[in-house]
């Protein structure tokens, strides 16, 4: 069962699945992400901290009726910008991320289809959107976000460059995460221009960083991290208050054991956030609380501890190439093994090798 509790959870509970669902600080790095194709998306200009209005309630946005068709926001940004991302990752679920560096921009950014929030990892540039006669006007900087609602448009006036990492969150997660915490109401999410808000940020920084070039751990990585960025937009930038209904208990024995079964299969068994929570009969928003209760790591921190188990393994005691062993642990190359290996051992492979032989 789960029981009801207060909202005053989500901050404390994404903080705690930062720790283990990144577990070193993020830069914002191009490392985890592939090269974009020439599609775009980053007007990554924003509204103001108060929000617009358009025919709806002071400072929100009906999500879920637009007046005007919406594009595709990767297509929108690359149109605006005239240029592609330097980086983009989507995931199967839904969504996408893109880090751009644009420079000034003076144009209309047309609605679009999914939720915009921006994060700028470095550098300081003045932001204004204009929407009819409302002006807002904010500072893209570390640790401030931008969001922009589904549907929404207007022009944005920025002078100079900007660095900027954008996600685009379909409004279907947000309705799915909110009915899987049982929330009673699905406020409209508000608009934000340069809001200080360290945790989303992070988050966003997280979720763009450089990964592990493992495609079954960055994909599990990118799903956690976009529950937990829709659980933290609801939670303070949605337009109601909301109450999220967490787990209280971890998996039973049982569920546990297929779940740490299916996550230890050499085989290309799917483990993906929806396919873990499925075969548990949970939600993903209650899948991974419960997890953690039961193992004390997210999903993700878990299969990565697994993996470098059995590279530490296989390094020990047997004479198996570090390129052989990169191959058979799912990752992309020698390199990105080795970067993996390094960044949770402060050792290469080869250098861990020769000290315990």
């Not at 980086?87 to 996408?96: H, I, P, Q, T, Y």
Request: glycine share 6%; proline share 5%.
């Amino acid at each position: 069962m789960f029981a009801r509790t207060s909202l005053t959870l989500t901050v404390a509970t994404v903080s705690t699945h930062i720790a283990h669902a990144a577990d070193t600080p993020s830069h914002a790095s191009n490392r985890g992400l592939r090269s974009a194709p020439p599609s775009a998306l980053d007007k990554s200009v924003n509204l103001s901290q108060d929000s617009f209005s358009r025919g709806s309630p002071a400072g929100m946005i009906d999500t879920r009726s637009y007046e005007m068709p919406a594009a595709n926001p990767t297509n929108e940004m690359s149109r605006v910008l005239g240029i592609s991302p330097s980086c983009l990752a989507s995931d199967s679920s839904g969504g996408a991320i893109a880090h751009w560096h644009h420079g000034a921009l003076h144009d209309v950014v047309e609605p679009m289809t999914d939720h915009v929030i921006m994060t700028y990892p470095t550098g300081m540039q003045r932001l204004e959107r204009r929407n009819g006669k409302s002006v807002a006007i904010g500072t893209a900087r570390a640790g401030v976000v931008t969001i922009i609602p589904a549907g929404s448009t207007s022009r944005w006036d920025i002078p100079g460059p900007v660095n900027v990492i954008q996600l685009y969150l379909p409004h279907k997660t947000l309705e799915r995460v909110a009915g899987e915490a049982e929330m009673a109401v699905l406020g409209d999410l508000v608009e934000r221009t340069g809001h200080p808000d360290p945790t989303t940020s992070r988050l966003l920084m997280n979720a763009a960083d450089a990964l592990d070039g493992n495609a079954a751990l960055d994909a599990l990585f990118r799903q956690q991290l976009t529950n937990l960025l829709a659980t933290r937009l609801l939670a303070e930038h949605a337009g109601t208050s909301a109450a999220f209904q967490p787990t209280l208990g971890g998996l039973s024995p049982t569920t546990l054991r297929r779940t740490i079964e299916r996550l230890r299969s050499d085989s290309d068994a799917d483990v993906s956030l929806a396919a873990l929570a499925a075969d548990a009969g949970l939600s993903r928003f209650h899948f991974c609380r419960a997890f953690k209760e039961s193992t004390g790591l997210s999903p993700h921190a878990w299969l990565r501890q697994y993996r470098l188990e059995q590279a530490m393994n296989t390094l020990r005691n047997t004479d198996e190439s570090v390129a052989s062993i990169a191959v058979a642990l799912g990752y992309s190359s020698q390199t990105a093994f080795a970067a993996a290996f390094k960044k949770l051992t402060n050792e290469t492979p080869s250098d861990w090798r020769r000290r315990r032989r």
